[in-house]
């Protein structure tokens, strides 16, 4: 039964630079797979440099999990493999073929294959860390089955790509790899949609689906936040999640019999001089989207949202999960006595300067912190941006001193980093919120197991 549901609390970031609903392709050959990308996984290479891969090629496997394997989204030679400290793998650097050649897993109709039968498909094929599970916001466990699945169909952080323009002309694959997910719960697969928002067809024609409608500000498009206010978990019971983008990339699987994780991701930021869409395949080298396309100030690249995202070079890779790439000022400089300006032209979350009052105003924000870190106080001020029925700051206390009694009865299995990141804007403790609790997750998940 569909519902409807409504978020007071949160914030919308309103910024310079939305992407124009213009496409344009995006050629490379050089591809890359980054391990860090991977929430949960324990990196195992299954290539050196040199070999040469197909579409479909596994390159590495989770060595604790080891059916969970990575594919090449490319074929071609693998030319470097990148290690950072205590030879930490960083990514699988592939020169791409001109003409691809993909591994062929064979086509299927998912209403025709048990929930295991496929299953099976997306481990063989690389497609499982598409899925992603709550507890612990890392990609799914293939021995648990979840008790519900949920696609968030709107995002709601910063210049956030149209999600009518990723999935349109998409439909096919998109109502398949809902056939395919609905197999492997015996819940419900919700897809949840913004409420009085303009919806693409492909979502108002889905089937085999519960389709809810949510209405608030960021982070209303977190499929956590959606989770706590569907379905909320409890100790021992587990849910997936993953992006409409994902649902396709596994309904091309069944349809084509092929890895094929080409996509549309979208250029964002104030320091953009042309954003727009390009159509590229995953892990695809960023740098001719930059060309002659950046200002000349010095800026920072993130492959994804400012909120959630991670800084990249400009000769950068796109992140596995993403469908964004935004460019923002850096922010290195110092500010002699800001805050004692009335600030007509700065950003707040709080009354402390006037520019309070053009609340729609969008504004070209840098990296700056404006301020140190410093002391939690206790001012309800996480509170206000966290739509939850979590205490957030006693959770991150909790988090922060170890004590996994405290962080179980304050809600930790519901939570994500990303649940995090707006309150972490906000906080005045300049505290890496999200750090802490992936910290967090990641030890409950080693004491536990």
């Known amino acids: 039964?569909?519902?409807?549901?409504?978020?007071?609390?949160?914030?919308?970031?309103?910024?310079?630079?939305?992407?124009?609903?213009?496409?344009?392709?995006?050629?490379?050959?050089?591809?890359?797979?980054?391990?860090?990308?991977?929430?949960?996984?324990?990196?195992?290479?299954?290539?050196?440099?040199?070999?040469?891969?197909?579409?479909?090629?596994?390159?590495?496997?989770?060595?604790?999990?080891?059916?969970?394997?990575?594919?090449?989204?490319?074929?071609?030679?693998?030319?470097?493999?990148?290690?950072?400290?205590?030879?930490?793998?960083?990514?699988?650097?592939?020169?791409?073929?001109?003409?691809?050649?993909?591994?062929?897993?064979?086509?299927a109709d998912p209403s025709a294959l048990s929930g295991d039968e496929i299953k099976e498909k997306l481990l063989t094929s690389g497609l499982w860390p598409s899925l992603i599970q709550r507890p612990y916001a890392v990609v799914a466990d293939y021995d648990k089955k979840p008790k519900t699945i949920i696609v968030s169909g709107f995002n709601t952080a910063p210049l956030a790509p149209d999600m009518d323009m990723l999935v349109h002309g998409h439909g096919p694959e998109f109502q398949t790899g809902l056939d395919a997910l609905a197999k492997m719960t015996d819940g419900v697969v919700h897809l949840n949609l913004k409420?009085?928002?303009?919806?693409?067809?492909?979502?108002?024609?889905?089937?085999?689906?519960?389709?809810?409608?949510?209405?608030?500000?960021?982070?209303?498009?977190?499929?956590?936040?959606?989770?706590?206010?569907?379905?909320?978990?409890?100790?021992?019971?587990?849910?997936?999640?993953?992006?409409?983008?994902?649902?396709m990339r596994i309904g091309r699987l069944f349809l084509t019999g092929k890895y094929d994780d080409s996509r549309l991701v979208a250029l964002t930021g104030s320091e953009v001089k042309r954003p727009g869409y390009y159509r590229l395949t995953g892990g695809a080298q960023l740098k001719e989207m930059f060309s002659?396309?950046?200002?000349?100030?010095?800026?920072?690249?993130?492959?994804?949202?400012?909120?959630?995202?991670?800084?990249?070079?400009?000769?950068?890779?796109?992140?596995?999960?993403?469908?964004?790439?935004?460019?923002?000022?850096?922010?290195?400089?110092?500010?002699?006595?800001?805050?004692?300006?009335?600030?007509?032209?700065?950003?707040?979350?709080?009354?402390?300067?006037?520019?309070?009052?053009?609340?729609?105003?969008?504004?070209?924000l840098d990296t700056n912190l404006h301020g140190g870190v410093r002391s939690f106080v206790v001012t309800g001020e996480m509170e206000k941006f966290f739509p939850m029925d979590i205490l957030p700051m006693y959770l991150i206390k909790a988090i922060l001193v170890k004590d996994i009694d405290q962080m179980e009865n304050l809600g930790i299995y519901e939570v994500g980093p990303e649940d995090f990141a707006l309150a972490e804007f906000a906080n005045t403790s300049k505290e890496n919120l999200q750090k802490i609790v992936r910290e967090g997750l990641e030890y409950l998940r080693k004491e536990m197991n």
């Open 195 to 247: 409420k009085d928002a303009p919806v693409s067809k492909v979502f108002e024609k889905s089937k085999n689906v519960q389709i809810n409608y949510f209405d608030g500000p960021h982070p209303a498009g977190n499929p956590g936040i959606q989770l706590h206010h569907l379905d909320p978990l409890n100790k021992g019971q587990v849910a997936w999640y993953l992006s409409p983008c994902a649902v």
């Open 292 to 364: 002659n396309n950046l200002s000349d100030a010095k800026n920072r690249i993130i492959s994804g949202d400012v909120l959630t995202g991670t800084k990249i070079p400009e000769d950068g890779y796109l992140g596995f999960y993403d469908n964004q790439v935004t460019v923002i000022p850096e922010g290195d400089h110092s500010e002699f006595l800001g805050w004692i300006m009335p600030g007509f032209k700065k950003y707040s979350t709080s009354r402390a300067f006037f520019s309070w009052l053009t609340p729609q105003k969008k504004y070209r």
């Open 1 to 107: 039964m569909s519902r409807s549901i409504k978020l007071k609390k949160g914030l919308d970031i309103q910024l310079l630079g939305e992407a124009e609903k213009v496409i344009a392709p995006l050629e490379t050959l050089q591809y890359a797979l980054k391990p860090t990308d991977f929430p949960g996984i324990f990196p195992k290479l299954l290539v050196k440099a040199g070999d040469t891969v197909k579409a479909g090629t596994p390159v590495f496997y989770d060595k604790y999990r080891e059916e969970i394997k990575v594919c090449s989204p490319v074929s071609g030679t693998v030319t470097d493999i990148v290690r950072g400290e205590k030879r930490a793998l960083l990514e699988i650097r592939i020169e791409a073929d001109k003409d691809q050649e993909y591994l062929d897993f064979g086509k």
